[in-house]
């Protein structure tokens, strides 16, 4: 069996766990920081209007914008994946990243430690006000951290953030990027097509819906004369304008109701989504999900890297890589995370 081919950055990556820590520096704060400050990354020439911190308008034409989930619990996922954005994007200081955060936090904190960990971001924290709304939709699933209602925000992005901001990224915490997240960003989204992600057409979409869906004409009638396929809901290049003018939000929530009621899935967040998108969804290139390297849902157990060019990883599944090297059980791709790791651990950050 052959070797898949791995991108460039990945075989940097690598070398980097053998390199020095030295170009990360120590921020002088008045609080201390479990996280190290990230390096300052620069806009190379070829970008629009070098951009800097609070000044800039969330409204400005040449932000690339980020959307993420933020809480105590994935935080450290959270920095180092913004860590790998800015990294390996040719216009670092044109990124506005978004923060999604509980009602029930204490943002100011977090806002003060990305604040201390990049200081040069340009990004906003926003308290999920649709909480209390979610909490009502929401049903019991196989996994109880697919329960949160943070999961549930990427469906509230066109309320929540700005009307000016008409496309964005949504990432989840659990990814690493080691590519320009510009290209992701600029996916031509052809017709009428609101969501662009990687899609599996291989993987059998019935097993995400239960009989009572499957035996229920009406319900089922959703995907007639559609070819419907699997998308990972973690990773997804959004036109927030056709998602606002078509108000997506009240059909998802449409089915969380149905959900609800009758009980016609068994996971999260991701069923609504194949629901309301499914065969409808701009198919990009693999590159950018390498999902599945949190393992089997159940087992505790290591997946390798798919066979091709790596742009993103996601450590979807039950395994995150920061728990499993705390734990000294790590997978091998979790030493691909390693080098985005800001957080003050021994062993690691002093390499």
Request: hydrophobic share 35%; aromatic share 12%.
């Amino acid at each position: 069996m052959s070797c898949p081919k791995i991108h460039p950055f990945i075989v940097i990556t690598i070398s980097l766990l053998l390199c020095s820590a030295n170009a990360i520096r120590s921020f002088p704060q008045t609080y201390y920081s479990e996280y190290n400050e990230a390096p300052n990354f620069i806009n190379q020439n070829k970008c629009q209007n070098p951009l800097k911190g609070s000044s800039i308008s969330v409204c400005n034409p040449s932000l690339i914008h980020v959307t993420m989930t933020l809480d105590s619990k994935y935080l450290r996922g959270s920095i180092a994946s913004v860590h790998s954005i800015l990294k390996h994007a040719s216009c670092s200081q044109n990124i506005f990243v978004h923060f999604i955060v509980s009602t029930s936090s204490t943002s100011s904190n977090l806002g003060n430690i990305i604040k201390s960990t990049f200081p040069n971001l340009n990004f906003q924290i926003y308290p999920f006000k649709n909480e209390v709304k979610v909490k009502e939709l929401i049903s019991s699933t196989i996994r109880p951290a697919l329960e949160d209602p943070l999961n549930y925000a990427r469906i509230y992005l066109g309320q929540i953030l700005d009307p000016c901001v008409t496309r964005v990224v949504y990432i989840d915490s659990d990814t690493i990027v080691v590519d320009d997240i510009q290209e992701l960003f600029f996916t031509t989204l052809t017709g009428s097509k609101v969501i662009g992600a990687p899609e599996y057409c291989q993987v059998n979409l019935t097993k995400y819906f239960n009989d009572p869906f499957w035996s229920d004409p009406i319900l089922s009638s959703v995907f007639e004369g559609k070819k419907a396929c699997y998308f990972n809901t973690g990773v997804m290049v959004m036109d927030l304008g056709k998602w606002r003018e078509r108000d997506y939000t009240m059909e998802i929530e449409k089915w969380m109701e149905i959900q609800k009621e009758k009980r016609i899935y068994e996971l999260g967040s991701l069923p609504p989504f194949l629901l309301v998108f499914g065969g409808e969804i701009e198919g990009i290139d693999h590159r950018w999900t390498q999902h599945g390297l949190g393992g089997d849902n159940v087992v505790n157990s290591c997946r390798s890297l798919h066979p091709g060019r790596v742009s993103l990883l996601h450590w979807s599944g039950k395994g995150k890589p920061w728990v499993r090297l705390d734990q000294g059980r790590p997978c091998p791709v979790d030493y691909l995370w390693v080098p985005y790791d800001l957080h003050r651990v021994q062993g690691f950050n002093s390499l």
